[in-house]
């Protein structure tokens, strides 16, 4: 009975994000995140003070969840899918919402090859930058830096993606990504990236 419970549970859960092909705004994916039973089971293993970690049919949930939103749009390794996850477990709500509405872009028909493109590279950027979070909070005020933190790095990463300076900016992705995969903070790949003419904060000023 348990499993069949479960198995409804996912079925519901992978519906609510495998349903909708059209792109979706901020609000619109946030909206839709917020009312799935796995964020608010999620969110209130959180408000009970347990590690959402700890719990195998919760993660399986969450892993099944990320997969479907992310079939056809990009194909992470297993240790990516982990790291995804992992920012997914710091803070929820931000990364649920952008999963959902990147996706949603690179799903939708009327996207251009460039905003397929741009999506894909920034839920790749997302998860390249995940060792830089800590999973674990000690404390109420680390757990809102963490999520800070997370939500910091959804904004680098779609400013990063959607850098549209030819050759300079595809240089720059790159040396980028490198930067992180060698166990770089996000500030010190950008200043790397860029060879230092300008930061993270810089960077996110930019308009």
Same mark, same amino acid.
């Given at each position: 009975?348990?499993?069949?419970?479960?198995?409804?549970?996912?079925?519901?859960?992978?519906?609510?994000?495998?349903?909708?092909?059209?792109?979706?705004?901020?609000?619109?994916?946030?909206?839709?995140?917020?009312?799935?039973?796995?964020?608010?089971?999620?969110?209130?293993?959180?408000?009970?003070?347990?590690?959402?970690?700890?719990?195998?049919?919760?993660?399986?949930?969450?892993?099944?969840?990320?997969?479907?939103?992310?079939?056809? +749009?990009?194909?992470?390794?297993?240790?990516?899918?982990?790291?995804?996850?992992?920012?997914?477990?710091?803070?929820?709500?931000?990364?649920?919402?952008?999963?959902?509405?990147?996706?949603?872009?690179?799903?939708?028909?009327?996207?251009?090859?460039?905003?397929?493109?741009?999506?894909?590279?920034?839920?790749?950027?997302?998860?390249?930058?995940?060792?830089?979070?800590?999973?674990?909070? +000690?404390?109420?005020?680390?757990?809102?830096?963490?999520?800070?933190?997370?939500?910091?790095?959804?904004?680098?990463?779609?400013?990063?993606?959607?850098?549209?300076?030819?050759?300079?900016?595809?240089?720059?992705?790159?040396?980028?990504?490198?930067?992180?995969?060698?166990?770089?903070?996000?500030?010190?790949?950008?200043?790397?990236?860029?060879?230092?003419?300008?930061?993270?904060?810089?960077?996110?000023?930019?308009?």
């Amino acid at each position: 009975m348990k499993k069949l419970i479960v198995a409804g549970i996912l079925v519901v859960s992978q519906m609510v994000f495998a349903a909708e092909v059209r792109r979706m705004s901020e609000a619109e994916a946030r909206t839709r995140v917020e009312s799935s039973k796995t964020y608010r089971d999620i969110m209130a293993a959180r408000d009970a003070g347990r590690d959402v970690t700890q719990d195998p049919l919760l993660m399986e949930r969450i892993g099944k969840v990320i997969d479907l939103s992310l079939k056809d +749009v990009v194909n992470f390794s297993a240790s990516e899918n982990m790291s995804l996850i992992r920012l997914l477990t710091v803070n929820p709500g931000d990364v649920m919402t952008e999963v959902a509405r990147l996706s949603s872009i690179s799903k939708d028909a009327s996207s251009s090859p460039q905003e397929k493109e741009m999506a894909k590279k920034s839920l790749e950027l997302i998860a390249k930058a995940a060792p830089n979070v800590e999973s674990m909070a +000690v404390n109420e005020a680390q757990a809102n830096k963490q999520k800070e933190k997370v939500a910091k790095i959804i904004e680098i990463s779609n400013k990063i993606s959607a850098l549209d300076f030819g050759q300079a900016s595809k240089s720059f992705v790159e040396k980028y990504e490198r930067a992180l995969t060698e166990g770089k903070s996000v500030e010190d790949a950008i200043k790397i990236a860029s060879n230092g003419k300008f930061t993270e904060k810089e960077l996110r000023e930019c308009e």
